[in-house]
Each structure stands twice: as C-alpha cells, then as structure tokens.
C-alpha cells in the first residue's frame, strides 16, 4: 500500500508494528514457541503408539459356582428353607475347641448333690415308701390331682389370672438362644435344664439362695442343642442331643457326661416312650427316625424314613405308647402306630397337611388330642375319637433372623396351649373357643419368648425361654 495515501494515524500504527516484531525476533519467541510445539506433538505421538495395557487377574483355581434355583434345574421345592435361609443353626456364640469323644466329668459338687437327691426323693414317693395324706404320688395323672374350675365354655384346671411374673423369677443362664428347655419332674423342688444354640447344657435351680444362684453351665456338645430328656424315675440321667450328630448321657452318679451315640448326620429331635426307659427315639438326617437301644450300645436297631425333610418332633400318647406323632420340615405332621410300621414302607393313621414347615406335634395331656405348629401361621387342633376332626386356628407364626420358630405347647389338661408372639407375650389359646383367649404380658418382660416348658406337677408354672439365654418363670399368685 502506498503510504502518500495513509493517514497520519495508520503510518504511526504501522511503525509500531515493525517496531514491536523487531524486539519479538531479538528475544526469538517465536522460535522457543515452535520448539515447545513440536516436543508436545511429539510426546502426544509416543503416548499414542506405546499404550500401557493393564494387569490381567491370574485365573484362580477354583471354578466359579453359578448358582441356579430348584424351579430352573428341574428339581422339586425344599421346604424346610420357605420362610427364608434362617435356621437354628445360626448362633453369635464363639467357636469352642473340640471336644473329645469320651467322658466329660462334672465338678461341681453342689448340682450333682442336688440332682440326686431330687432323684432319691422321686424314687422314694414312686416306690411307695412315703406316707401321709399331703404326699403326692408322681405315677398318678396330673388330672386327677388337680381340681378342675370351670370358666364359661372351656374348663381348666388353671386360673390363667393368677399366673404372674415377678423380677426374681427371671434369670440369664446361658450366653446363646435356648433351644430346647426341661422342668425336672418332680413336686418338691424347681429345676429346669436347657440347651442352647452353641452346644451349652445349663442348671437352674431355682428355689436356690446361696450367691451362685442356682445356676450351672457346661459345654458338653458343639453345635446346637435339639433335645433333652429326663427319665421321670432315675432324674439322675439326662440325655441330651445335638445337631452335630452326638448323644450325651448325664449320669450324675458317675458325675460326667458320656458320649453315647455319634453320627455323621444331624440329630434334630430326641424323644422317648413313657413306658421303655431303654429306647431312645431320635430323628436323623432327612426324614430318618431311629430306635436304638441304650442297653446294647450298639447301631440302632431300627431305622424308618418316615418324612422327606427333618424330623422336628417325636411326641409318644400317653394313653397308648405305641401310637406316636411327628412333624417335619415337609410340611406334614404324622400320627404312626409303631406296631404297624413297616421299614420299606411306613404308613400313617393320620396325616395333618399344612401349606408351610410344621415345627411341632405334641400330644394334649390326656392323649386325646394333637397340636401342630406351622411356619404358615396356623395351630391345627386334631381330636375325636380317631383324631378325624380338625381344625386350624390362626396366629402369627411368622419371627425374625435371630428368633427360631414357635412351637405351641399344652399346659396341664387339654384347655389351654401355650406360644410366644412378637410382642414380647403369651398367647393362650383355647381348645373350646378355638382361638386365642388371653395374652401373658409382664413389664418385666425384654424379649420374644419363643420355647416353652410347662412343669408336670406344679400347675400354673409356666417357663419361657429366650433368644438371649433368658428364663422367665410364670407362677400361680
């Protein structure tokens, strides 16, 4: 552009320019700016071409398990697990050492005076020895002990009003959830023994007063505790048996606990006939029942399957030995006749059909009737001449993780039965009205009391046990 034709103000601008690019090339910005370029297209082209790969994970050497449910492999549903995977396998408790095969020996001088003496007593009054006309002899029915009071429909032999419970009658006898709790079968003194979730027997003698209180605790299985048993005429022998396969015999005459029977499968439930104190009835593995002599020490020597899924409860009438009940996780309760049951195929007299898990089956007092207890929150009430007539009464069966499931039980004549709830009561319900009549409610209660014991010749003493190794102890005003 010629500059004759640029302004004054143009011709001043355009020297500046000049006079601005001379000093850019003496400081050689330009050239450190191009050099700076060319370094990080440079690094940009490496980065690209030379990509760092990450780590592969070794394979590991176990295969992956693909889990896949009953329905897609073709196989039926299991019915012991329908209310969700909780079991009474579940427990907090400490994993113990192992304990050994043989006899555990019992030091405490103080229990074992105590049992055997309960136990001379018992055999002293069931041999005839005591006299008098306040002595009460323990072969005879609690039925014809008592006398019984009439309320409305249902007659009882139990004022369900003056049942209470006190703060002194509740005691912490065990570290885990009691599974299974007893009433020592005697009239002159109160004693319960329980089993809890970690393989712990405990003692409480509760008209106790020294500063142990009465309460004594051993270990002598590892895994829960499914039964105990108290023979009604030697309460010096305690069976006792757990899921992990074992039978222990407390014989406190020899003060220890031996072990009688090992198996490689479960033992859910332990039973014995009124009238054979030798045979033990226990329910093994899936649907097993086995006799086995306690004489021989051998293998048992009978052995049913009689359910598809594990035994929960074997119950004996006490009219007729021979005719016993079971409950099973496959949702079926079962009345057999043991003179009748074959080994390839065992049939029933009578069979209750629920649509969940049936956790119990307990003959009435009288043998005349039979309760059940199922997962699908209904209490079948089966009676009449041969058991034809049942009914299902409601209630609310249903518990949390940390809660095994109820079982109703009865109390001293065939009125009343006896299940927790989760309000922290008692629900009586009544064979009469067929429904839930009254709830047991303390202020001292703090827990769910889901097992319950109902002592044989104190009526209106009622012993409910808790997740947290709780007692509470219901007693006549």
């Keep these: 552009m010629d500059d004759q034709n640029l302004t004054e ?6 020297e500046n320019v000049r006079r601005n690019n001379e000093m850019l090339s003496s400081l050689k910005l330009q050239s450190a700016a191009a050099a700076l370029s ?38 039926p549903p299991d019915f012991s697990s329908e209310n969700g995977l909780k079991d009474d396998f579940e427990s907090k408790a400490p994993i113990s050492p192992s304990l050994p095969e043989g006899p555990l020996s019992i030091p405490d001088r103080v229990l074992l ?14 041999s005839g020895w005591c006299s008098g006309d306040d002595e009460v002899h323990e072969k005879k029915k609690l039925n014809c002990l008592i006398k019984k009071e009439s309320r409305g429909m249902v007659k009882s032999s139990v004022d369900l009003g003056s049942m209470t419970l006190n703060a002194e009658s509740i005691a912490r006898i065990m570290p885990c959830r009691i ?25 409480w003698d509760v008209d106790c007063e020294a500063e142990r209180d009465g309460i004594f605790l051993y270990q002598p299985h590892e895994h829960p505790v499914s039964g105990i048993l108290i023979q009604e005429f030697s309460q010096s022998k305690i069976f006792t048996s757990c899921y992990g396969g074992s039978i222990r015999l407390m014989d406190a005459g020899k003060e220890v606990f031996d072990q009688i029977y090992s198996s490689e499968s479960a033992i859910f439930s332990l039973s014995q006939r009124p009238d054979n104190v030798s045979s033990l009835y226990f329910g093994e593995g899936n649907g097993g029942l086995n006799l086995w002599d306690t004489r021989a020490k051998k293998n048992p020597s009978s052995s049913w399957t009689l359910h598809g899924y594990r035994i929960s409860t074997i119950d004996f009438n006490i009219n007729n030995p021979n005719i016993m009940a079971t409950s099973s996780s496959d949702r079926y309760a079962c009345i057999w006749d043991l003179r009748k049951i074959d080994s390839d195929k065992p049939e029933t007299l009578k069979t209750v059909r629920h649509k969940k898990a049936v956790h119990s089956a307990y003959f009435s007092p009288t043998g005349s009737s ?13 009676g009449g001449a041969n058991f034809e007539d049942l009914y299902m009464t409601y209630h609310e069966n249903h518990t949390c993780r940390w ?6 039980i009865w109390g001293w004549d065939d ?17 009469a009205c067929r429904r839930t009549v009254m709830t047991l409610q303390s202020v001292h209660m703090s ?30 005003c």
């Excluded at 103000?9 to 355009?14: A, G, H, T, V």
């Design 179 to 203: 599974m299974n709790l007893r009433f020592f079968p005697c009239t002159d003194s109160t004693m319960i023994v329980a089993g809890d979730g970690s393989g712990h027997i405990g003692f």
């Design 415 to 431: 009125s009343y039965l006896f299940i927790g709830n989760m309000k922290r009561g008692v629900d009586v319900i009544s064979t």
């Design 403 to 408: 809660i095994s499931f109820f079982r109703a």
């Design 370 to 382: 039979l309760a059940t207890t199922s997962v699908d929150n209904k209490v079948g009430l089966l």
């Design 113 to 126: 005076d105590k049992i055997l003496g309960v136990s001379k007593q018992s055999q002293l009054k069931n």
């Design 447 to 476: 827990a769910v009391p889901w097992r319950f014991s109902a002592h044989p010749y104190k009526v209106g003493m009622l012993a409910g046990a808790t997740a947290g190794g709780q007692i509470y102890l219901w007693k006549p």
């Design 9 to 14: 103000y143009e011709r001043r601008r355009l």
């Design 38 to 75: 060319a370094e990080a297209k440079r690094l940009r082209v490496e980065l690209k071409s030379y990509k760092v790969s990450p780590k592969k994970k070794p394979k590991t050497e176990s295969p992956i398990v693909i889990r896949r449910s009953l329905r897609t492999r073709g196989l």
